[in-house]
T-cell receptor
Framework: DARVTQTPRHKVTEMGQEVTMRCQPI?????VFWYRQTMMQGLELLAY????????DSGMPKDRFSAEMPDATLATLKIQPSEPRDSAVYFC??????????FGDGTRLSIL | QKEVEQDPGPLSVPEGAIVSLNCTYS??????FMWYRQYSRKGPELLMY????GNKEDGRFTAQVDKSSKYISLFIRDSQPSDSATYLC????????????FGDGTTLTVKP
């Protein structure tokens, strides 16, 4: 089965450092979503793209987070500077517009 | 109040029991209804996907949608220990089916 691939799977870094998370969507999928999951807030939508164009990033703290799709096979989520409150599991999901999303296994991020 | 409400549980049942998982919602524009299963340290995995009202069956799983009551259910028959996971409901509007609103998930444990 085709899968969404996320790297790294785990990341531990110190406050203030830049963090880059990568996602390879399923081949042929034209929508990509970034989510953050915490015990307190559940699954929160941060941003999403259709055909590589950003459609909505209203869920993202704009001053420190950025999301891009340099090409159809790569989506990135960057945090600069990182803060302890950014500690969470970050999921990427991809899909065909109008169809349910398929998730990767996430990046578990810890900011010390 | 959240658009999608889901009882977090936890729910514990003996092996072989019938399990009922439920979500309520407030947005009458929702037309696509999904159930995802999430194992520990994994991403959500799509289980069932229905459009509008009615029932859909897939093996031991049955999804029901009652749009008049804004209520959806997932039934698991003959539950197995391997069904132990967190179950998330998700919903999308008709014009933007790619973007989903998720419930916070119900944690299920099936005891041998």
């Amino acid at each position: 089965d085709a899968r969404v691939t996320q790297t790294p799977r785990h990341k531990v870094t110190e406050m203030g450092q830049e963090v880059t998370m990568r996602c390879q969507p399923i081949l042929g999928h034209n929508t990509v979503f970034w989510y953050r999951q915490t015990m307190m807030q559940g699954l929160e939508l941060l941003a999403y793209f259709r055909n590589r164009a950003p459609l909505d990033d209203s869920g993202m703290p704009k001053d420190r987070f950025s999301a891009e799709m340099p090409d159809a096979t790569l989506a990135t989520l960057k945090i600069q500077p990182s803060e302890p409150r950014d500690s969470a599991v970050y999921f990427c999901a991809s899909g065909v517009w109008g169809q349910p999303q398929h998730f990767g296994d996430g990046t578990r991020l810890s900011i010390l | 109040q959240k658009e999608v409400e889901q009882d977090p549980g936890p729910l514990s049942v003996p092996e072989g029991a019938i399990v009922s998982l439920n979500c309520t919602y407030s947005n009458s524009a929702f037309q696509y209804f999904m159930w995802y299963r999430q194992y520990s340290r994994k991403g959500p995995e799509l289980l069932m996907y229905t459009y509008s009202s009615g029932n859909k069956e897939d093996g031991r799983f049955t999804a029901q949608v009652d749009k008049s009551s804004k209520y959806i259910s997932l039934f698991i028959r003959d539950s197995q220990p391997s069904d132990s996971a967190t179950y998330l409901c998700a919903m999308s509007e008709g014009t933007n089916a790619g973007k989903s609103t998720f419930g916070d998930g119900t944690t299920l444990t099936v005891k041998p």
